[in-house]
């Protein structure tokens, strides 16, 4: 039984021992200058504020017995969106949400906008599938807690 004890801990040691650590990348100052740039220059936070609402009144409306009704007013809604705001314009998040993206890849988006200022005009971004679904779980986070709020009132 001891033979079997030693074995059943050098394994389990040996296991535990050779688990990774997995390390976060953080963006270098390089990028952060680059993704300053091409905030300023693509019109980042109002077409991700503009996305930000169209999410926001998709998850105030609710379909119940085939008729729809919204669940949030006016002044709630605003509330919703002054918290997103506030979440997105720390710089520090929005070098998380483009830091995979390498300093030419920045540089090469930096490039396209400033040859096409047409497309900062039209609010067209660049945005990945993560930065849309982080904004769409704190829109949702944030509804939940107005919802929370007036069903304890």
Known sequence: MKK?????FVIFSALSYSQSVIQSKFPTDNQKKLIDKFIDVCGY??????TANLLLFRKSIQYENGKSFEILNKEEKKIILDRIRL????KNKLYFDFMNL?????????KFYDENSNLK???YIFSSDIIIHNLDNEISIEVNKILKEKSTK
Do not use: P
Not at 102 to 110: A, F, G, Y
């Open 45 to 50: 936070n109002e077409s991700l504020m503009k």
């Open 4 to 8: 079997y004890l030693v074995l059943f």
């Open 102 to 110: 390498t300093e030419k890849n920045l540089i090469d988006l930096i």
């Open 121 to 123: 005009s039209s609010n």
């Open 87 to 90: 979440n997105y314009s720390r």
